[in-house]
């Protein structure tokens, strides 16, 4: 096959394989930044990183490495996050002016009513009990059960041990049911 | 036992209910996001995707081995500039060798500048005169010149090579032999 050819293939490969993880991605960053602007800057970035760096690894490893610059993406903001509210507080601006990230965003969806009491009932539970999570147990969770990585993986994208990511996997279960019960 | 491993194959019934509940959820509030969202999500790929052609050439060319034609001129020009640069200071240096003595000849060649070499001359005489004069108003014995010269030589940045090859011209001249 020609060098071109291949460079097609790969791309064409590539772009579908972001199309199919970029709005999981999106909200497992939106979950773990509370911020929709925010969350679309992290997948941006990752998205180029990965066609940037990546494009010519094996295919299965596309998933693992974009999690993972994802997730060092998302350590990245809390922690330019932390430093800002802690020069704020210095400051005597106080935490985040009060305000909610999330207050400013637009429901742009146009959800009747109903969904919405639907949305309410399940996902924002769900969304809070989520972010109420330490960071690594989200993150472990999110990409176990909705992403579908197995152990290895999990492990890859995380930069940590399998056996942390079994630990913190059982953790976010039984904290997530203790929390949201059987039925929410 | 049988009762603990009933229970167990509850627990996991149980979790697999509730991880399988919220995937759904999961996965219903994707069909919720925004159309802004959705096409800002797109164009994010799309931008990723068509910036990176070049560099995506250049690495499947690189990984089979080969350089791509920029970098491959590229370093052809960078190879011909250096031979001319040499070339043109072989030309420089037959030049200025020819109005040259031995001595002089030595140092250019070394790319060892006149001014630098004064200046080593003139630490070396300044040590050896304070040191005689030292130990003569102490009633020592002089240091051997040579122990100076080592400490100006080894204090000195410059190519060692050069220092051997005075002791050559003076062996040459201790002998008197011409070179």
Redesign the interface.
Known sequence: MK??E??LD??NS??KF??EV???A??IAQIATNS?DDA?DL??DA??K???KY??RNEEEWGPLFYSILQNRINDWHRRSSVRSRFRSWLGLGEDDGEDPMSGVV?????SPE?QVQ?GA??EK?QTALQALPRRQQQVF?LR??EGLDVRETALAMSCAEGSVKTHYSRA?HT??AR?G?HW | MKKHIHSTVEIEDADERFLRQVVSVLNNSLSELSLREMAQLNQARMAATTRQPVDMARELTMSRGELPPDVTFRLDAIRAEALQRAQAQLRRGKSREASQGPLGRLFIGYGMPVSAFASVCVLVTALAVFNLRDNMREGLDPLPLVVIEDSVLLASEEDIELYENLEFYQWLAENGLQY
């Open positions: 060098p071109e291949n460079k790969r791309l590539l772009d972001l199309a970029q709005g999981r999106y909200r929709s679309l997948v941006q998205m180029f990965l066609v940037e494009a010519t429901d742009e969806a146009q959800r969904q949305m399940s996902m769900l999110l059960v909705w279960i997530l049911r949201l059987e």
